[in-house]
């Protein structure tokens, strides 16, 4: 199977056969999920919630670390689309018996898999295992380690779309721990990618990285001057263990000037849209009648993560006609 | 959706929109609920065990404690209707993520979830579920603390009509552990609803609720005058954690004064049959020659409750045309 | 349900009924199994690797002890027969509420099941299931502690089959842990019932059964010896709790004598296979090279072992017509 080498999810068509990264996916590739995104939101609507797309073929939800929420999205979308699904959770398997990452994956592309959904704590691993397989098999970043989460990015970027149509006259701020996200990461990418001519990066000095501003945004230390205009306004979750850690003094300090209120998200643009990746800190990095209110989209953007994969899994399997 | 406030299972038309609890459901509705099951029976003893019903349905079972014999029952009935199911173990999963009951539950619902099986170890946890999820979505509690486990009332009740026909002549004898269990609570209003005239429980002081009485029970402290020429013989599960608790001495303490016997039987009407709900002590609350015996329908139990949840998942989902 | 008493795994017509071992099962329902095998690997190739045969037939895994290698294999083997399957870990669930292993599986045959697999770490459970269960259920071993592995012997035979095709010429080489290992056990039994005339057994002395003989294999200790003009050579693989235990060294140690490399596999026919039922121990029990190397049919052992399990179930459920 030829793969573009600096970008190995692409064919020589220049089609999708991984999705491992929105670093370097194609604007016109990106806009073919998106568009397929849209057909799917219409089947999950449906009373019967099923298209035969999948039929017959076997996708293999690999988890190598827990994640009962990502798994659940690509189960149920997997299932929607009639194909069978094997739940795997590594971790308590195989590699306890001393087994490679590779010779499990190698073994289990035996049984004549037809998709891996892969998520793992080292980042690359999803590559390495791309790498690896046949060319009948399509491997899908289910998130790995600091580095992408690139469905994420995807559904994010969907809704966006959805509530304001047109991503060139955009203004966006993602608010919080920058460092450790995968789904900033994810969402820089896929924004740059579809012309978001502003982001914006809001958070602590020790929270952001100190080569960001190579990827073309700007960065705020103050939350009020961050979010001044803004049309989208991307919280991100804060990890427990981070809290805990010398990068942050506490949840409650970081919710003192960090955390979306209903009064910070007041200088931001009147229309603006409110984004969480789950799970949420209520009290944390937002507050309840923020998350609970007119302009969270949070709850749609799961509705629309179930689309995303849905079309990701379609067109790795070729079998998309948009 | 407007909900009856009282019992807010009912939708105001007064079918079955959720299946919280069987205090309170109107009789006609357990007969039509006991009549579906009835021609499901008939379908899983077919050659293909599976019906249409569901189909494009995507049912989640969420458990929040730990149920392997409940979960795999609504599984295999969610199946055989066609249903896509997704099996949710949430105590180790988003919940240790710090997010809350009612966010776990509004992210799966945005999924467009049809239908919440639901397990939990704290009482009216299904009922708070139900109150927050959107109109097209049922739930089904399948267990909550000591409060209710209603398809086990249910099939408890449908075991008891197949092998006697009618309610109106009979005498239950319920025994064991009333005070910790929900089974018994399940099947006196069952039993009570369906028009049973006699209803008596049998058990150590320390295990009877001090206020039964006000559900209309009669209360037996002796075994044998409990069991005189009773049609039912309903054996309650004795939990561990009891026997080792200051409630009861020990198990072999309870099986000499309350466990069911060739002899205990003896002294009920010769064609009465035994209910246990499993899984069974035997030497604790049953003695083995009982549980295997003629008179023994604890077997028929499981089967029956295979049938009792296909009815309910396709009548709350509106798909049952009796 | 009339079985034979000596071989409880065929019933009257000296069909398939249960597959509980290899021992005893004769010659001409092996050779049915691999004959519907071969037409299974066809259908794993194609786009829809789906066929009807156990449409409407729950199949319960129930493993009391943890294989997520194995199960994945009967699961995804089952779902392309498009049956309903429900995965039961039972260490985790109604034994611990002190059932025993019969109740258990008594209920969950109450339950319709149609098929068991089971796994479970004492020698002769399976059996133990099968004597239990009623005439419309069936039950396949799927490893009972050190007894047998039904499946694994016919994969085994099947991929020696595929790659040799006469077993009436073969000389097969069976290396390392004969003492534990229930896949030699179950190799030896499918070979020579198949006509092999010559299998030896390789190993250290500590590892070998002293009345190994009585199979009608030849014992070597010495791996260049033993491997000499050999057309197959089985490896098996070391538990770790082997080469802790006091009748191993190390595994270092075993490699230096047992361990097959190139050098070693140079004495066996330059046309050589070479098996191992995984997961490989590299650098233990083989060498990377010839894991990954020419003469390896390891990874094709893992596709042949979904066209096996499919074989099986079709066979015993009586919906294979070859």
């Known amino acids: 199977m030829w793969l573009d080498p600096r970008n190995p999810?692409?064919?020589?068509?220049g089609e999708l056969h991984h999705l491992l990264s929105l670093d370097g996916l194609p604007a016109d590739v990106?806009?073919?999920?998106?568009?397929?995104?849209?057909?799917?939101?219409?089947?999950?609507?449906?009373?019967v919630k099923k298209v035969p797309l999948l039929r017959g073929k076997s996708v293999f939800n690999i988890f190598f670390e827990n994640s009962t929420r990502t798994r659940t999205t690509?189960?149920?979308?997997?299932?929607?689309?009639?194909?069978?699904?094997?739940?795997?959770?590594?971790?308590?398997?195989?590699?306890?018996?001393?087994?490679?990452?590779?010779?499990?994956?190698?073994?289990l592309a035996a049984m004549q898999a037809d998709m891996f959904v892969v998520r793992h704590a080292a980042s690359g691993a999803p590559y390495l295992i791309a790498k690896h397989v046949g060319p009948d098999i399509h491997v899908i970043n289910a998130g790995d380690g600091r580095h992408q989460h690139p469905t994420q990015g995807l559904l994010?970027?969907?809704?966006?779309?959805?509530?304001?149509?047109?991503?060139?006259?955009?203004?966006?701020?993602?608010?919080?721990?920058?460092?450790?996200?995968?789904?900033?990461?994810?969402?820089i990418h896929a924004l740059t990618t579809l012309g978001?001519?502003?982001?914006?990066?809001?958070?602590?000095?020790?929270?952001?990285?100190?080569?960001?501003?190579?990827?073309?945004?700007?960065?705020?230390?103050?939350?009020?001057e961050g979010l001044k205009d803004v049309d989208v306004?991307?919280?991100?979750?804060?990890?427990?263990?981070?809290?805990?850690?010398?990068?942050?003094?506490?949840?409650?300090?970081?919710?003192?000037?960090?955390?979306?209120?209903?009064?910070?998200?007041?200088?931001?643009?009147?229309?603006?849209?409110v984004l969480h990746p789950g799970p949420m800190n209520r009290g944390v990095e937002i507050d309840s009648s923020v998350a609970d209110g007119t302009q969270s989209v949070i709850?749609?953007?799961?509705?629309?993560?179930?689309?995303?994969?849905?079309?990701?899994m379609s067109i790795v399997a070729g079998n998309w006609r948009g």
Chains 1, 2, 3 share one sequence.
């Open 9 to 13: 999810q692409l064919n020589k068509n």
């Open 30 to 47: 990106m806009r073919q999920i998106l568009d397929a995104a849209e057909s799917f939101v219409g089947v999950t609507q449906r009373d």
């Open 74 to 107: 690509f189960e149920i979308a997997a299932k929607r689309l009639s194909a069978d699904v094997i739940n795997l959770a590594i971790a308590q398997s195989s590699t306890s018996k001393g087994e490679s990452v590779l010779d499990t994956v190698a073994n």
């Open 156 to 187: 994010d970027v969907f809704t966006i779309r959805h509530y304001k149509k047109d991503f060139t006259q955009l203004r966006v701020a993602i608010i919080g721990d920058i460092l450790h996200s995968r789904v900033a990461r994810s969402q």
């Open 196 to 224: 978001c001519p502003e982001i914006r990066v809001i958070g602590p000095r020790t929270l952001i990285p100190s080569d960001i501003k190579s990827l073309g945004v700007q960065v705020y230390e103050d939350l009020r």
């Open 233 to 273: 306004v991307s919280t991100l979750r804060l990890q427990n263990e981070r809290m805990k850690g010398s990068l942050l003094a506490s949840g409650q300090e970081f919710y003192k000037y960090y955390g979306i209120t209903d009064e910070a998200l007041a200088v931001a643009k009147p229309d603006a849209i």
């Open 299 to 312: 709850l749609p953007q799961v509705s629309f993560g179930i689309a995303i994969r849905m079309a990701v």
